[in-house]
């Protein structure tokens, strides 16, 4: 009784000092049950899809009923919800905000003194709140349920990206080390070079069959090797079948793949992409996009919900179908810029923060356009 009275007297003061009315919380909630609505029934498409392919595979490995759902759908769903959620925003207002201008209930609600400004009181709390659901799942939720997806893929169908090859990592100013080779699943290395410098000189170079990195202290196991330094001019030369030595790196400096930074929460991504810098890997324009999409994502919900109502708000004799149409064509469109910019910071082209954010500005300009000439 506590909690319904608290929450009570919290909703009377939200409406008195806000202004909210009745007609906000119906939009609000015609919004928010639309986008729901729509997730749940992509979610189970995509389920039974994926479930009717993989089916086979899940008896043919003999897992579990519980594995399946805990282990698998449970990890598996997150990451679908993320990614078409501002997709699904943007069409699920065009959908309810359409038949709202078919019914002419925009029209009456303008036609009673409330402004155009006024009318998008509800669908900005509404992409709030889906914005902030969208951060909660990128930046937390979605890397968690990607790393336990890929140990149940190790673990039953040993098919997830394992290994890497021909790796160079700085290990600091003055050394660099390469790998032929490189295993995740058992934190080793093949083949296995360090070098280190004096003005230009190498004065030390240890070869070595394997490296493996010990959990326990730290440390980095190189089997089969042949260490060269120059001391005073002079080279000594040892051999061995077991070295046990420290590196300033650690496995993930190894597994250079853009699925590595999806299974880092946003701090220890931003984490991960200094140490990347420092070391001069080349995968660091694809771990910076990963950071800047885990934002720019979330935000471009508002964004495509703004747009949404201004395509759908004027009422078409043609009706919803037109704005279906409309909107589908700038989703798409969104769709097609984000996959262009991503491969021009990819490349080189363009700065990773300006390549992620472009398309979000583009259609930024667009929504503003779209809403001067909207139904007023």
């Known amino acids: 009784m506590k909690i319904r009275e608290q929450w009570h007297r919290f909703s009377e003061l939200f409406r008195e000092k806000t202004g909210w009315k009745i007609l906000d919380s119906y939009l609000l909630r015609k919004f928010l049950g639309s986008v729901i609505y729509s997730i749940a029934l992509l979610m189970t498409i995509v389920v039974i899809f994926d479930l009717s392919e993989n089916i086979q595979r899940f008896m043919d490995k003999g897992v579990p009923v519980g594995q399946i759902i805990t282990g698998y759908y449970l990890n598996f769903i997150p990451y679908f919800i993320n990614l078409f959620i501002p997709l699904f925003t943007f069409i699920s207002v065009i959908w309810f905000t359409s038949k709202l201008s078919s019914h002419n209930e925009i029209v009456s609600i303008l036609g009673n003194g409330i402004s155009f400004r006024r009318f998008l009181r509800p669908y900005l709390v509404g992409s709030i709140i889906i914005m902030l659901v969208s951060l909660l799942l990128a930046n937390l939720v979605v890397p968690y349920t990607n790393a336990r997806l890929n140990e149940f893929k190790y673990a039953y169908f040993g098919r997830a990206a394992i290994s890497t090859s021909y790796i160079h990592v700085k290990n600091d100013s003055k050394s660099y080390i390469f790998v032929e080779r490189w295993d995740r699943r058992q934190d080793q290395g093949y083949f296995v070079t360090y070098e280190a410098f004096d003005q230009q000189r190498i004065v030390e170079k240890i070869s070595a069959q394997t490296m493996q990195f010990n959990k326990t202290n730290g440390h980095w196991i190189l089997h089969k090797y042949v260490r060269r330094q120059i001391i005073d ?46 070391r001069g890997s080349n995968m660091v324009a694809s771990y910076q996009i990963e950071a800047h999409k885990r934002v720019s994502n979330p935000l471009g919900i508002i964004i495509m919900t703004f747009l949404g109502v201004s395509v759908s708000s004027r009422k078409n004799a043609r009706g919803v179908g037109v704005h279906i149409f409309i909107g589908m064509g700038l989703a798409f469109t969104f769709i097609f810029l984000q996959q262009i910019s991503t491969v021009f910071s990819v490349s080189g082209g363009l700065p990773p923060v300006l390549g992620t954010w472009f398309p979000n500005l583009i259609f930024l300009t667009v929504t503003i356009v779209l809403l001067k000439m909207a139904q007023k």
Request: charged content about 25%; overall charge negative; proline content about 4%.
């Open 233 to 278: 001019g002079v080279e000594h030369v040892s051999t061995g079948d077991y070295l046990d030595t420290t590196f300033n790196v650690l496995p993930v400096n190894f597994s250079q793949d853009v699925f590595i930074s999806e299974t880092m929460p946003f701090t220890q991504l931003r984490k991960f992409i200094r140490e990347e810098k420092r």
